[in-house]
Structures are given as C-alpha cells and as structure tokens.
C-alpha cells in the first residue's frame, strides 16, 4: 500500500491502470507467448509540478513525485517487484535472496524521471541496489543506466537474474534531472523484471546565494560607461541582471551586462552600467540617486545589493576658430567649428552650425564633413554672408548641433551657443 507522500502520484498511476488489471500470471508460465506487449506511461501533470521535497541528508525516492515515466510490461510498482500486467500485482523486491521495502519494480524497456531541484538541498549522490527480481529466477536479461541532465553516466551492460546484485554510486553535484533507464539488453523484453531497489539521494543544505559590491556608490558620465564590481557566492549556471531605480525616481542609466553564466563558487565579475540619456529631473535634482542591483534564475530573484550611483553631466565646450573674420570684397574668409567634450566620447560625431535666429540663416556654409575625434569635433565652413552698407560689424550666433548627442543641451550644460564676430575690412 502507498504512503502518504506519494499519493499525489501514486493514486493518479492506479487510477489510470485499475480498468486495465489483469490477474497476474504465475513466473513459471510465458506471459510473453505470441508478442504479449503491455506498455504503459504516465506523465505527471502540470498542476502538480511542485519542488520537490529532498532535503539535507539521505531522501528514498519513494517521496520524490515521479515527472515521468514508461514501463514496458504493465505499471511500474512502488515499493513492489514489477509483478504482471496489472497494478499492485508486484511482490516484494527481492534481490539474490535480500528483500527491501523500498524501491521501483520495473520492466525492460522503463525510463522513469525524476526532478534534482530541492528546496533547501543540494543534491550531491544519487546510490540504488540494482538487479533482476528474483521472481523470476536466473531468466531475464537487462541493461540499468543512469543519465544526469540528458548524459549517461551509469551503465551496468547486461545483467540476468543470476547476476550478482550492483550498487551504482553517482555524484551528481549540480544536477538538475535523474532519469533512470532499463533497457532490454538487445535480445527482446521476456522476463525482464528489474529493480532499483532502495534508491537514495542524498543532498547537503544549500548556502543561500549573496551579492556582494565592491563599492557603495558609482559616478557615471553622460554617453559614458562604468563598471561596478559584483562578487556573487553560491550561484550556479545561467542567471539575469537587472538594475532598479529606487521608487519615485527618474534614470538615464542602462544595464549592459543582463546576463552571465556563473561557476558556483565565488566569483567576481564586472558589471557594466552606461549613461546614453539624463534623468528628465536632473535640473532640478543633479544628485547620486539609489539603486539595487539584483540577480536572478528562472525568473525567481536570488540575491540583490544596493549601489548609489551619480550621473554626471559632460563638460561640452563649443567655439569657431577664429573667433573673429574680416570681410574683405570677393573674399570668402574660413572658419571652423569646434567641439570639445570631456570626458571623450567613444567616436566621432557629425557636427553642424545651426542659425540661432533668421537674421544668421544664409550667413555660413559648410565645407566637407566632421573631422577629428570624440573629443575634439571640427567642421569648416566659408562665410558667404556680407553686412549692409551701413553697418560696420556684428556678432553672429549659432549653437551647435551634434548628431546622436542633442541631449548635451539639456538644462545644466549651458555651453550649446557660440558666437562668430564679423567686421567689414577699413
């Protein structure tokens, strides 16, 4: 009869099987004259796909919810040898004369799947006593093997009833599913009653993931990047990042580094954060603004760590070189526009002239296209313009335009214009 513990499986696989019983056939007799086949398979269903409950110390499989299974001659059996067709027509397991309470009584070909996820464990060594069932004597011929997420890493080749009991032994440190498979050594399923007979796994207590910073607060540039060094304990495989604005705040900052793949011990890594925008607020608040950090698996959160982090604004500087041009008739006097940002940018960006009223429009003309680098921006222009007859010199104004960089005009830069003086030869 089945224990509590695995009711929530066990009475599902009964259930489906109890319309199908048949009487068990006694061993001496060829159940599998005339191409006799009883398969059968079950699948746990997904409303029931819980953790599971392995815990530190030695967990008999018998309370683990199977995921999965398929059996080739009626049901497999909890706690029962395989037996015939029907369920609950197994007896008790019984290997080269030792008996057992606990264990799976299956037939060749059987793939039975279990979950390694525990709640609060590590599981660290998977151990079962393996054979033939002694009901039914030196007959039968197996193969027992043993696969961790997918890999075979246990096989035993071929086992008969006369075959003396095995006892596998696997780590299975860092595992995430335990598939255990009997095959029927090649030559055909008669008499292949095997058992995985007092299965164990055995799990430590699990250290609970952290996220530690290697500094509290983080100063970023505007259309810069920096890195923040992250040491994260006790996180395994594939995990997420995200980086979260403290509530009621407003960032221009992005999280480059979203994902790593990551050793389980130990492990120091640089996370990398840039500025391609500023804070819709930063007039108002130019401040270090708080955040948290935080990894994740599978969607569920595991560690997080706080981080302070000011965005600082460029210091952009605009001019033309000269400063001043002198009109001279039929003559057209050159001048260059400069941009110099610091820090640099990472590349050059397209820069322009821009009128700062109509009275300015028509007055330059650009030669050629930006030169130079991300930190000094230049564009030649002719000054075509000419002043009226009765004005000696002006001051002209312009701002400059930079392609993929209009934000440095936010409030608080307060560099965007500059100024071009133009007098009329004596």
């Known amino acids: 009869m089945l224990r509590p513990p695995l009711l929530a499986s066990g009475l599902v696989v009964t259930t489906l099987l109890a319309g199908c019983s048949q009487s068990p056939t006694p061993a001496s007799e060829n159940p599998y004259a005339n191409g006799a086949d009883y398969p059968w398979t079950y699948t746990r269903p997904d409303t ?26 009626g049901p497999l059996e909890i706690d029962r040898s395989n037996g015939e067709q029907g369920a609950n027509d197994g007896r ?24 390694l996820k525990g709640t609060g464990a590590s599981c660290v060594r998977f151990t079962a006593d393996i054979g033939v069932d002694d009901e039914v004597g030196s007959r039968g011929s197996v ?26 032994s696997l780590d299975i ?33 699990s250290a609970q993931p952290s996220l530690t910073l290697g500094q509290s607060s983080l100063e970023i540039f505007h259309k810069q990047s920096a890195t923040l060094a992250a040491t994260f ?17 407003t960032s221009g900052l992005k999280l480059e580094t979203t994902s790593l793949i990551l050793p389980g011990a130990a492990s ?43 965005e600082k604004l460029l210091l952009v500087q605009t001019s ?16 260059t526009l400069v941009v110099r940002v610091s820090p640099a940018l990472d590349s050059l960006t397209e820069i322009s002239a821009v009128p700062y009223t109509q009275g300015e429009e028509g007055w330059i003309q650009p030669i050629g296209t930006t030169y130079g680098d991300g930190g000094t921006m230049r564009r030649d222009y002719e000054v ?27 409030p608080g830069y307060f560099t965007a214009y500059t100024y071009l003086a133009v007098r009329k030869a004596p």
């Open 48 to 73: 029931q796909l819980t953790s599971q409950a392995l815990t530190p110390g030695e967990n008999t499989l018998f309370y683990e919810p199977i995921l999965s299974a398929t059996n080739g001659w």
């Open 173 to 205: 440190t860092g595992k995430q599913e335990l598939r255990l498979v009997v095959t029927d050594a090649g030559n055909g399923k008669d008499f292949d009653h095997a058992d995985w007979a007092n299965p164990r796994i055995t799990c430590v207590a």
């Open 320 to 335: 033309f070189e000269p400063a001043s041009v002198l009109l001279v008739p039929g003559t057209r006097p050159r001048v």
């Open 233 to 249: 304990k006790n996180v395994s495989g594939a995990v997420d990042l995200r980086l979260v604005v403290a509530e009621g705040e």
């Open 384 to 410: 075509v313009g000419d002043l009226p007859a009765f004005v000696n010199e002006t001051t002209l104004g312009f701002y400059a335009a930079a392609s993929n960089f209009a934000g440095y005009r936010l």
């Open 143 to 168: 193969v027992f093997q043993v696969y961790l997420d997918g890999v075979k890493a246990y096989d035993s080749g071929t086992m008969t009833g006369s075959s003396a009991t095995k006892r596998p």
């Open 268 to 310: 120091p890594q640089n996370i990398r954060i840039s500025a391609p925008d500023v804070p819709s607020d930063y007039s108002l608040r130019p401040g270090p603004r708080s955040y948290t950090l935080i990894v994740s698996q599978n969607g569920i959160d595991l560690a997080s760590a706080p981080v302070t982090i000011k």
């Open 92 to 115: 008790v397991i019984t290997l080269n004369g030792v008996t057992y309470k606990k264990g799976l009584g299956v037939h060749a070909g059987s793939d039975v799947r279990y979950s």
